[in-house]
C-alpha cells in the first residue's frame, strides 16, 4: 500500500476550518464529504458545538482517535499552525484547500512542508488544492446543484487546475459519462503529478487517465511511470501555457516555470502519452479511450441516415488517414432487405426514412464484415421515422468488440437517448468529425500498444 | 420584388401529398404549416375530405383559387404530373420535398424543370428539399417534439444537406441562439444557392449568412455577389467534400461533381466569404458574427474566475495571433476595490472567490479602456460565491459597443445560464478555445470589410 492510497480510502477524516454557514467553503465541504463518506467525520470548528448534526472538536488534539485524513480549509496565515499540529497527532494525509498565498507566505509554506517530508511520513497535497472527489469521498466545495456529480465510470482525472477539472466533471455528468476519481493537486510541493499517476496506474477501476498540466518538474519521471501505465491504460494529456502568454499566465497560476510546448510535446510522444490539442479533444477522446476496445487497423465504416453528416465523416476520414475499404459480397447481400435504391457501399447511407430495423440490419452487416475494424454511427433521431429502438440496436452492437462512435446532434430530445448511450459505454459526439476522431485515437493508441509491447 | 420573395411570403399553399397519418411526411408538413403560416391552406388529397379540420382538394386545378406556393410530396414517379398540373394553374413557386429518384427519373425531371423555367414564370426548389423554415413558414417535416424550433433571431442559414441544417438547427434552439431563414435546397436544379444568397443579402433582418455546401456550379456568381453583400453582413460558409472519398460521397449525397476543396479556399478568400473547417466552427462563428460587433484591431482582454481557463485562451490568444495589452492606468486604478493579492493585469483573473460585483467592476474598467478592443469572459457559476446577478452584469456589457464572447462549462445549472445569455445575443462557448476563435472571426470579418471597402 502506497502512502497515496489513505487519500482515497481513509477511515476518519478531520476538517480543519468547517463552518456552519451555508455557502462558505467550510460548510460546503462539510456538506458534500457528510453526503459521500462512510467513517468518521471530526469537524474541527472551536466556536460552535455543531454543525449539520455532527459534534465540533476545538482542535486536532482534542479529537484524541487517530486520524486518516485533515482537510485544512482556514486563512491562509493559519495554515502554517494547523500543519504542525497535524504532524504532532499523526495524522496521516493532509490536502490543503485554502488558497490566497502571498508569494512570501508560499515560500514559507513550501519551506515547511519539505522539512515536515524529511520527518515524517505524512503526505499532504496542495494548497489551493480543490481536494479529491470518487465514490467513497466527494471533498469538493462546489455545491451539487450547481456542479452535477457524476457516475462512477472509467476515467480519472488529474487537474493543476481545480476549475477546469471540476467543470469538465459537470459536463461529463451532464452528458451521462462515468468518472472514477478526480484529483485537484494544486500547488504539488510534497504529493505531485507522478505519485497520482503512479496510483491511478494501479488503480483497477481506472481504465483511462485523463491529465491537464501547465507545467511539471519532474518531466523524466512521468515519461518513465507513463511508459509503464501506457501498457495497461491509456493517458492523454492537454499541455497548456503553449503561448508566450500563456507561459506568463500559466506561471502566475501555478507558481511553476513553463517550459516550452514542443518540448512537452516531444517528451508525450516519447513516453506514448496522447496529447488532446484543445479541452474539447480531452473530453471528447478520453470518452472514447475509456469505454471503447482500441481500433485494429484504419479500415472503418460509416453508417449514416444523412447524406450531408456522410460527406463530412467521410472527410474528416480521409484527413485522419483512415480507410473506407469495401464491403465484403457476404455483407451487401445481408444488406438485401434494404430498399434497393440504396447502394450498399462504404459509406453506407440508409435514407432520410430510415428505421431502427434498417440500422439493425446495416449495422449487423459491417459488424460481422472483417474488412471493417470499427464503426461510426450517424444516426438523426428527428426524423419521424426513426424509433427509439435504434438506441438499443447500436447498444448491442457493443457485444461485437469492434470500436463504435456515434454522432447525434441536435437539443433535449436527442440529447436524452445520447445521454442514455453515454451510459452504456458508447461515446456519442455532436459532430460528425469529433465521432471520426473519437475512433481515430483508438487507433492512436493501438500504435502506443504494439510500439511499447 | 425577386421571384423569391414569394418562396417566404406566400399568401396560399397547396400542399400536394397531404395525408392524415401522423408520422408521414404529409402529415407531419401539413401540421407544421398550419400551425405557424396565416395564410389559406389547400392540402390535396383525393382520398379523404378533410385533414386536421381544413378540407381537401383531389387536384390543383379544383382549387379555382390563386395559388402561390406549392409543396410536392408525392412519390417521385408522380413528381412530373404534379408539376405539369401547376403550370396550367399558374402556381406561382413550388417547393419539390418528393426523394428517391432513380438516376433515370432525376435526369428527365431535371429536363421538364428547364424546360417550365422556359416558358413559365413559376420558380422550382427541389426535388430532395427539406424546405423552408421562417418565423411566418414551418413547413419542415420533422416534428416539433423531436426537433425544436428556434426563437426568432439574426442567423439565416442556406443548406445542400437538409439534415445538416436541420439538426443544427435544433442544436441552436436548444442553445437559445435565434435563426431567421433556413433554406433546405436540395438538388437545386431552379432555384440555386446563389439566387437564395442574393435574396437573404438583401433581407434586412438576416444579419449573419452561414451556409453548408458540397458543390457549387456557380462559382463565378458566387464571388460576384459574395463581394457586394459581405460589404453589410458576414458570409461563412462550411464546404464538404473535401477527401477524395467525400468528394465521391458528396457526388453520390448531391448528384453534382465536386471540385477540389483548395480552389474554393482560395474562392472563398478571394469573396471575402468567411470558411469554417468543421461544423463546429460554422455553428460556434455565426453566432457571434450575427449578434456581436467587430472587433476594431487584435487587442483584447481576458476577464476569469479560473486560473487554467485563462491559461488556456492566452495560448489560444496567441496562436491566432491576438494581443492581450497592459491595461491602462486609469483601469488598474478603477479595479483597486478587487482583493490586493490579485494581481490587475491582462489576463485578469479575479479569483475562484469572485462574486458578481467584482465581475462588474472588472467588465466596466476593461470595457472603458481604450487599449481593449474586445473581451472574452469566462465565468463558472458552479463557485458558491458568484450569484446569478452576473449575468445581468455581462449582459449589460453589450451597451459599450465593444464585441464580447463568453466561456461558461458545465450542464445543467450552467446551462440554464448560458441559454439566457445566448438569447440576450452574447454567444457563450463551453471552452475557452471557443470563445476566443469566436471573438478573433470578428477581426476577420473586420479586415474583409476594409479590404473590400
Redesign the interface.
Known amino acids: 500500500m502506497s502512502s497515496i492510497d489513505i487519500f482515497f480510502e481513509p477511515e476518519s477524516i478531520a476538517i480543519i476550518g468547517a463552518s456552519r454557514v451555508p455557502?462558505?467553503?467550510g460548510y460546503?465541504i462539510l456538506k458534500n464529504v457528510k453526503r459521500s463518506f462512510k467513517g468518521q467525520i471530526y469537524p474541527i470548528n472551536p466556536e460552535v458545538t455543531e454543525i449539520e448534526n455532527l459534534t465540533t472538536y476545538n482542535s486536532i488534539s482534542s479529537i484524541e482517535k487517530p486520524i486518516d485524513l485533515a482537510i485544512i480549509i482556514t486563512n491562509a496565515k493559519e495554515v502554517s499552525s494547523n500543519l504542525t499540529e497535524c504532524t504532532k497527532n499523526d495524522v496521516k494525509a493532509v490536502i490543503i484547500v485554502s488558497?490566497?498565498f502571498?508569494d512570501k507566505l508560499l515560500t514559507k509554506l513550501d519551506e515547511q512542508i519539505k522539512n515536515i517530508r524529511k520527518s515524517h511520513k505524512m503526505r499532504i497535497m496542495g494548497p489551493n488544492s480543490l481536494g479529491l472527489y470518487c465514490n467513497t469521498l466527494d471533498m469538493l466545495?462546489?455545491?451539487k446543484?450547481?456542479?452535477?456529480r457524476p457516475e462512477e465510470g472509467y476515467i480519472s482525472f488529474i487537474?493543476?487546475?481545480?476549475?477546469?477539472g471540476?467543470?469538465?466533471m459537470?459536463?461529463a455528468?451532464?452528458?451521462g459519462i462515468g468518472i472514477n476519481k478526480f484529483i485537484a493537486l494544486g500547488n504539488n510541493i510534497d504529493v505531485n503529478e507522478i505519485e497520482m499517476l503512479e496510483y491511478l496506474g494501479n488503480d483497477m477501476q481506472t481504465r483511462c487517465i485523463a491529465m491537464?498540466i501547465?507545467s511539471t518538474q519532474h518531466g523524466k519521471e512521468l515519461i518513465e511511470h507513463a511508459k509503464k501505465i501506457i501498457k495497461n491504460k491509456p493517458i492523454i494529456i492537454l499541455k497548456?501555457?503553449?503561448?508566450?502568454?500563456?507561459a506568463?499566465?500559466?506561471e502566475?497560476?501555478?507558481h511553476h516555470h513553463v517550459s516550452l510546448s514542443k518540448i512537452y510535446s516531444a517528451a508525450f510522444e516519447q513516453a506514448g502519452i496522447i496529447e488532446a490539442k484543445?479541452?474539447?479533444e480531452l473530453f471528447n477522446y478520453a470518452k472514447s479511450l475509456a469505454n471503447q476496445p482500441i481500433l485494429k487497423n484504419n479500415k472503418i465504416g460509416i453508417l449514416t441516415?444523412?447524406?450531408?453528416?456522410?460527406?463530412?465523416a467521410?472527410?474528416e476520414?480521409?484527413?485522419l488517414g483512415l480507410e473506407?475499404p469495401e464491403f465484403a459480397k457476404e455483407t451487401i447481400r445481408s444488406l438485401k432487405l434494404i430498399p434497393s435504391?440504396i447502394?450498399k457501399e462504404n459509406?453506407l447511407?440508409i435514407?432520410?426514412d430510415a428505421t431502427a430495423d434498417r440500422y439493425q440490419l446495416a449495422l449487423n452487416g459491417m459488424l460481422r464484415d472483417k474488412s471493417i475494424s470499427g464503426i461510426v454511427c450517424i444516426a438523426?433521431?428527428?426524423?419521424?421515422?426513426l424509433e427509439e429502438r435504434v438506441i438499443n440496436v447500436i447498444r448491442e452492437s457493443k457485444l461485437h468488440g469492434k470500436p463504435i462512435t456515434v454522432c447525434m446532434?441536435?437539443?433535449?430530445?436527442?440529447?436524452k437517448f445520447a445521454t442514455r448511450l453515454e451510459k452504456y459505454g458508447i461515446p456519442v459526439y455532436?459532430?460528425?468529425?469529433?465521432a471520426v476522431g473519437a475512433l481515430h485515437v483508438l487507433l492512436k493508441y493501438n500504435k502506443i500498444l504494439k510500439k511499447f509491447k
Chains 1, 2 share one sequence.
Do not use: C, M, W
Not at 446543484?145 to 452535477?148: C, G, I, P, T
Not at 455532436?430 to 469529433?434: G, H, L, N, R
Open positions: 455557502g462558505e467553503i460546503e488558497s490566497g502571498s466545495y462546489l455545491p446543484e450547481r456542479l452535477k487537474t493543476q487546475s481545480g476549475a477546469i471540476a467543470t469538465l459537470d459536463l455528468s451532464g452528458e491537464y501547465e497548456a501555457g503553449k503561448g508566450e502568454r500563456g506568463i499566465a500559466a502566475a497560476h501555478s484543445s479541452t474539447d441516415n444523412a447524406g450531408g453528416f456522410g460527406v463530412l467521410v472527410d476520414t480521409v484527413k473506407l435504391h447502394s459509406p447511407d435514407g432520410g438523426l433521431l428527428q426524423t419521424p421515422t446532434t441536435g437539443s433535449d430530445y436527442t440529447k455532436s459532430t460528425p468529425e469529433k
